[in-house]
């Protein structure tokens, strides 16, 4: 990560890191033996600082620049080596370099439900996501409380640790906020601000601040989400018979478009518009739905007639009250050949079922016939 250049392949006289990690926080100049050479140049650039720790103790923290490793820009470690004069030879120190730019898109989340009384719906439980970002703002604090002797410290080793300082702030904000359910999608940017605060002192005291927090969504069980979007409908719909009827239109919508319930579901979609004609005919307001018109009513039937044939003359058409005249007078008899349109042929009067019941009823005689 640093560029090297050794004078009498033994000293370094150039320091410096550069990074294309993106996730290291913290990363240590590596010597063998930490011999640094008096007199070296130490390059620090900007979005970093330099600690020095020298037997075990934190000498001195760079900021962005160039320095020139000699006792009069070191007083912290001309005091803990005693130099009272141009010291030249090689120092034995750890340098850690320390990223203080901001780490962004980190993601924070609730991994449980939150139970918080909400004043419209009582007892409710709530989940939550975000983002934040992150940065070092005292570099000594973070190396004494955090990273310790760890070589190369990466954003992953403590996300962890501020994602539950997030979600445990976040909860006690949100029980203690107030702010109703249906009212918190337009206060996600104050509940945000009043979270980061919160946190802002926690992280303070590992040399850390949370320039940014989003809170991204909060949600609710899909269990109670559902029974939401029922209540919305029937906020639509206007009233309960209006919901009733819209429900079981969707019901009846449903069934017809199932086809594993086959013939049942046919059924059932066919006796649930029957029930529920009549009920459209005007129950939306303002537009009411015209109820279907009745049926036109079958045609009257067509009533034959008849023809009869006698020595090879026809006569006719007679209506069937003729024909049953006829057959009191003895003018028509079982084997007279009759024939009517769409009958195949002529055939004997027995033979039609509409004339043979002519035969069958014959009144009583007369009074006084013999």
């Not at 249906?182 to 946190?199: C, E, F």
Request: aromatic share 10%.
């Amino acid at each position: 990560m640093g560029i090297f250049d050794f004078l009498t392949g033994e000293f370094i006289d150039v320091i410096q890191w550069t990074d294309d990690t993106r996730d290291t926080m913290v990363w240590r100049f590596e010597r063998e033996g930490h011999e640094i050479k008096y007199g070296a140049k130490l390059t620090v650039r900007e979005g970093q600082s330099a600690v020095f720790i020298h037997e075990g103790q934190m000498a001195d923290v760079f900021t962005p620049g160039l320095y020139m490793l000699e006792t009069n820009n070191m007083p912290v470690m001309t005091t803990l080596q005693h130099w009272d004069h141009g010291f030249e030879s090689p120092f034995k120190s750890e340098i850690y370099f320390v990223n203080t730019t901001r780490f962004n898109d980190l993601k924070w989340g609730t991994k449980n439900p939150i139970m918080c009384r909400d004043p419209e719906f009582g007892p409710i439980r709530l989940r939550a996501y975000g983002t934040y970002s992150v940065r070092v703002t005292d570099p000594g604090v973070f190396l004494r409380e955090i990273v310790g002797t760890d070589g190369e410290f990466t954003m992953d080793e403590i996300s962890f640790q501020i994602r539950n300082i997030i979600v445990q702030e976040f909860s006690r904000s949100i029980a203690g906020s107030g702010i109703p359910v249906l009212d918190m999608a337009a206060n996600t940017g104050d509940l945000s601000k009043l979270v980061a605060a919160q946190i802002s002192a926690t992280l303070a005291e590992y040399g850390l601040s949370i320039p940014e927090l989003y809170i991204e969504n909060i949600s609710l069980p899909p269990a109670v989400e559902a029974v939401l979007d029922k209540r919305t409908s029937v906020g639509l719909a206007g009233d309960l018979g209006k919901y009733t009827q819209f429900s079981a239109a969707e019901a009846m919508t449903t069934a017809a478009q199932n086809p594993a319930g086959g013939g049942m579901a046919a059924g059932l979609g066919a006796g649930m518009g029957m029930a529920m004609a009549s009920q459209f005919a005007g129950p939306w307001g303002a537009h009411p739905v015209q109820a279907a018109a009745p049926a036109t009513p079958p045609p009257a039937p067509v009533e034959h007639v008849w023809h009869t044939a006698n020595n090879g003359e026809t006569s006719g058409p007679f209506s069937r009250a003729t024909m049953g005249r006829m057959a009191q007078d003895g003018q028509l008899t079982r084997e007279t050949f009759v024939w009517t349109a769409g009958q195949d042929g002529w055939k004997k009067a027995s033979e039609i079922g509409a004339l043979a019941t002519l035969f069958t009823i014959m009144p009583p005689p007369p009074p006084g016939a013999e």
